[in-house]
């Protein structure tokens, strides 16, 4: 059974001193996840370890880094590597983010290399993929998607396969107040697991959680996680409000 997910991404929004306030209002709403659930929180690298400290032990709630290095380690100032991710526990790494694509300008190799080194250290990649509203527009959103699929995940093996999480992004709904419809979102996500079924077969591509992101709100998210191949939400503006998010994440099936 594929997990169910709310991952919040805040960003590069907050103070340590509000990210820890946000957190705490959060969790003390105490929310028992069951197995088939996950709470996941994607702070700044700063706030990282306190983030997993205020998390441990409380069952199917994880941290997630944001982005990570496509090298190993060396001389490449301001860059975190996969290893420091791992070595404060954190078991989530978010790549290949829309923002990233377009301000970094992350190509589909340099994210294949940075799957490896994820999947290398044991840890789960959140792997973001989706079109902007031109290509939506002129109706290629489909091949558009399978591309950036292909590219950056079809040299994987099927047992490493099983280990990844996509996130389908419109970037036309991302902090627009814009949201795919839910035939939309499901339409995406059959084809997203189509093409995926296509290269590593059925089972893995029926086991693969794909989760949306796209201003996923608190009144919006029973109707979208409701979609059969909607497995959750990755939140970007309302996981930074505490009620809000405790109520994407109590929408989960």
Same mark, same amino acid.
């Given at each position: 059974?594929?997990?169910?997910?709310? #991952?919040?991404? $805040?960003?590069?929004?907050?103070?340590?001193?509000?990210?820890?306030?946000?957190?705490?209002? %959060?969790?003390?709403?105490?929310?028992? *996840?069951?197995?088939?659930?996950?709470? =996941?929180?994607?702070? !700044?690298?700063? /706030?990282?370890?306190?983030?997993?400290?205020? &998390?441990?032990?409380?069952?199917?709630?994880?941290?997630?880094?944001?982005?990570?290095?496509?090298?190993?380690? +060396?001389? /490449?100032?301001?860059?975190?590597?996969?290893?420091? &991710?791992?070595? *404060?526990?954190?078991?989530?790494?978010?790549?290949?983010?829309?923002?990233?694509?377009?301000?970094?300008?992350?190509?589909?190799?340099?994210?294949?290399?940075?799957?490896?080194?994820?999947?290398?250290?044991?840890?789960?990649?959140?792997?973001?993929?989706?079109?902007?509203?031109? =290509?939506?527009?002129? +109706?290629?959103?489909?091949?558009?998607?399978?591309?950036?699929?292909?590219?950056?995940?079809?040299?994987?093996?099927?047992?490493?396969?099983?280990?990844?999480? %996509?996130? /389908?992004?419109?970037? $036309?709904? %991302? +902090? @627009?107040?814009? @949201? #795919? @419809?839910? #035939?939309?979102?499901?339409?995406?996500?059959?084809?997203?697991?189509?093409? *995926?079924?296509?290269?590593?077969?059925?089972?893995?591509?029926?086991?693969?959680?794909?989760?949306?992101? +796209?201003?996923?709100?608190?009144?919006?998210?029973?109707? *979208?996680?409701?979609?059969?191949?909607?497995?959750?939400?990755?939140?970007?503006?309302?996981?930074?409000?505490?009620?809000?998010?405790?109520?994407? =994440?109590?929408?989960? !099936?």
């Amino acid at each position: 059974m594929r997990k169910k997910i709310a #991952a919040a991404n $805040w960003k590069m929004n907050l103070t340590v001193q509000e990210g820890e306030k946000l957190l705490d209002e %959060i969790l003390k709403d105490k929310i028992v *996840l069951n197995d088939n659930q996950q709470a =996941i929180f994607a702070v !700044p690298f700063p /706030y990282l370890q306190i983030a997993q400290e205020k &998390i441990s032990g409380m069952k199917n709630y994880f941290v997630a880094a944001q982005d990570c290095s496509d090298k190993k380690s +060396g001389a /490449y100032t301001g860059e975190v590597s996969v290893d420091m &991710i791992a070595s *404060l526990q954190v078991t989530h790494v978010i790549i290949g983010h829309s923002e990233r694509r377009a301000n970094f300008n992350e190509s589909s190799q340099m994210l294949a290399d940075k799957l490896n080194l994820i999947l290398a250290k044991g840890l789960t990649p959140i792997f973001c993929c989706g079109e902007s509203l031109d =290509i939506r527009e002129s +109706g290629k959103q489909n091949d558009f998607v399978a591309t950036q699929i292909s590219e950056s995940l079809f040299h994987l093996e099927p047992a490493l396969m099983e280990k990844v999480v %996509i996130a /389908y992004e419109p970037i $036309w709904a %991302i +902090g @627009t107040g814009k @949201t #795919a @419809t839910t #035939a939309e979102a499901q339409d995406m996500h059959v084809h997203l697991r189509n093409t *995926l079924a296509g290269h590593f077969g059925d089972k893995i591509a029926a086991d693969i959680s794909i989760l949306y992101g +796209g201003s996923v709100k608190g009144n919006n998210a029973v109707e *979208l996680f409701s979609q059969p191949d909607v497995d959750g939400g990755l939140v970007g503006g309302a996981s930074l409000n505490a009620q809000e998010f405790c109520t994407i =994440i109590k929408s989960l !099936p």
